[in-house]
């Protein structure tokens, strides 16, 4: 990072947006320079842009030059592209399911043209954070986070740690089972206002209410002394498995140690657990620290990387094929067939260019972009959310992706149109696309009727039945072929890599068959058809 850049981190919470401009590479500004702002998570989507883009823009505001931001929010996220994916994590976020935050802040959050808006886990951030905060030497450490959620994060020598044979295969605490639920449910506030209420029978606002009440009342104490044996039987075989030298916790309900500590330290003492335990007070500021170096090292990444290996090209065509998008003159085969067959359209039914598609769907509170899979979803997004901000409209966009079942699962779906990995012979799978997506997850994505339009796009969006125009975005097969034969694209619904011939047998017996059996139901439907073969010069 140059003398004329500012990094700035953001801490989104389950009740709280914090942020700061990180001046060094050891801790956030003073904790008087932390902007705080409350932040209900169960509001809408556009309330939830609102309060952290007005944090952005303040903190913006004190900076010239060159911004990097590194924004930290719990899981589970899309942090590579900025998509809300949180879901069935006590109500947080429920609202806000599948929506492109990454964009949301670019329409809302007056970031300069050519930002770096980055996201990572705030657990991450957290461990990031902490281990410059404290200065730990241990070769192995864990941190956690007690709060609205219960976050977790694996160090070896100070660098993040996601696959080890001693940490969870997820590589967090909060998904795995614990008596008759989740660690996320025993380890957060959730436990103590519902256990209170099973104690007691009486309601409770907060754990620092119950803190103070534990000084008093009996039942509250024992809640308390209850949680850190239940914390330790949790965690003593995962410290032990992983060899941790070091346990940092940090959250808001670590302030309550002396409340659940001398129960937590018994258990380690009797498992002959050796781990060190130590507390961090400045848990907000350790993940504003930890959010904007994590920033920092993936711009570093980013700029350093091989832009020769870009897809977009200077004329603007985003492919990788030598072919013309359109094969020039009237070419024919030797028993003179039409290579390229083409049909008359009326010059009145025909436009071009995204700016006429953003003045058409501009018009509605909601909108629909489906399409096959191979379209080019981020750059044509990009594209045409500048065309309706130029118009002077502010989309939210919602990525129906978020909604499809996980990985393994679709795998498994499809295996017996496949056969082997070194087959390119299979059957045609008899589904429909509807079923690579979680019902649970389509009924939450909802748009949000106060911002200026809401989008949802991608192959599938029209399964999301939201009511709005809807526009399909095509792209001719033998372009697809061309992309296939210089690997430029790859098969939905899938992030594993696959040879060329896998690809292929895998587009011809599934994706095909399924997306096309997808158009055929949306054809009477389809307000808009669009070529995107071109993205600045549709048609």
């Not at 850049?5 to 932390?34: K, W």
């Not at 030059?65 to 976020?93: L, M, Q, S, T, W």
């Not at 594209?383 to 909604?403: D, H, K, M, S």
């Not at 796009?457 to 709005?468: R, V």
Request: contains cysteine; glycine residues 8%; negative net charge.
């Amino acid at each position: 990072m140059n003398k004329q850049s500012s990094c700035i981190g953001l801490d989104i919470g389950g009740s709280h947006v914090c942020g700061a401009i990180v001046t060094n590479s050891v801790s956030a500004s003073r904790q008087s320079e932390i902007i705080y702002k409350p932040l209900d998570t169960s509001g809408s989507s556009l309330a939830i842009v609102n309060i952290i883009s007005h944090v952005i823009s303040e903190l913006i505001a004190q900076t010239t030059g060159r911004v990097i931001i590194g924004i930290a929010i719990p899981g589970p996220f899309n942090y590579e592209d900025g998509i809300c994916e949180i879901y069935g994590v006590g109500g947080k976020f429920k609202n806000a399911f599948g929506l492109n935050l990454a964009e949301a802040f670019n329409n809302f959050g007056h970031l300069p043209e050519k930002n770096e808006l980055y996201f990572a886990n705030d657990a991450h951030c957290f461990a990031v954070g902490v281990y410059r905060f404290l200065n730990l030497q241990s070769k192995f450490a864990v941190t956690i986070s007690l709060g609205t959620g219960f976050g977790s994060a694996f160090l070896e020598n100070g660098d993040l740690v996601f696959q080890h044979a001693g940490i969870p295969e997820s590589g967090a605490f909060y998904c795995e089972s614990f008596k008759n639920s989740t660690a996320d449910d025993y380890f957060s506030s959730r436990w103590f206002i519902n256990e209170f209420k099973k104690v007691c029978g009486k309601e409770i606002l907060s754990v620092k209410a119950l803190a103070l009440l534990a000084e008093e009342v009996m039942e509250a104490k024992i809640i308390f002394e209850t949680f850190g044996a239940n914390l330790a039987e949790f965690l003593i075989p995962w410290l032990i498995k992983f060899d941790c030298g070091t346990l940092v916790i940090g959250g808001k309900i670590a302030r309550a140690w002396h409340l659940f500590g001398e129960k937590f330290c018994e258990a380690l003492v009797n498992s002959n657990c050796r781990t060190k335990v130590m507390f961090c007070d400045d848990t907000e500021e350790c993940i504003i620290t930890g959010a904007a170096l994590l920033a920092k090292e993936k711009a570093s990444r980013v700029a350093s990387s091989d832009h020769s290996n870009q897809k977009i090209k200077q004329n603007y065509s985003y492919r990788e094929t030598l072919p013309p998008l359109f094969p020039p003159g009237n070419e024919t085969a030797d028993h003179d067939s039409n290579l390229y067959p083409s049909f008359q359209i009326p010059i009145e039914k025909i436009e071009t260019g995204l700016d006429t598609l953003a003045k058409k769907i501009a018009l509605n509170k909601k909108a629909i972009i489906d399409g096959i899979s191979v379209v080019c979803w981020t750059e044509f997004r990009k594209q045409l959310n500048t065309a309706l901000v130029a118009q002077g409209t502010r989309p939210l966009w919602y990525e129906i992706t978020a909604c499809l079942k996980g990985e393994d699962v679709i795998d498994e779906m499809i295996k017996e149109s496949l056969n082997d990995d070194d087959s390119v012979l299979g059957k045609e799978l008899p589904g429909e696309l509807i079923d690579f997506f979680d019902p649970q997850k389509l009924a939450l994505l909802k748009a949000d009727t106060d911002a200026d339009i809401s989008i949802v796009y991608g192959t599938g969006a029209a399964l999301s039945n939201w009511d709005g125009p809807l526009v399909y975005l095509d792209v001719p097969k033998n372009e697809i072929q061309d992309q296939i034969k210089v690997e430029s694209i790859t098969n939905p619904a899938t992030s594993k890599l696959r040879d060329n011939r896998q690809m292929c047998s895998r587009f011809y017996f599934v994706n095909w068959s399924v997306l096309n059996r997808h158009m055929q139901q949306l054809l009477p439907k389809i307000d808009h058809l669009v070529d995107e073969q071109c993205i600045l010069g549709i048609t």
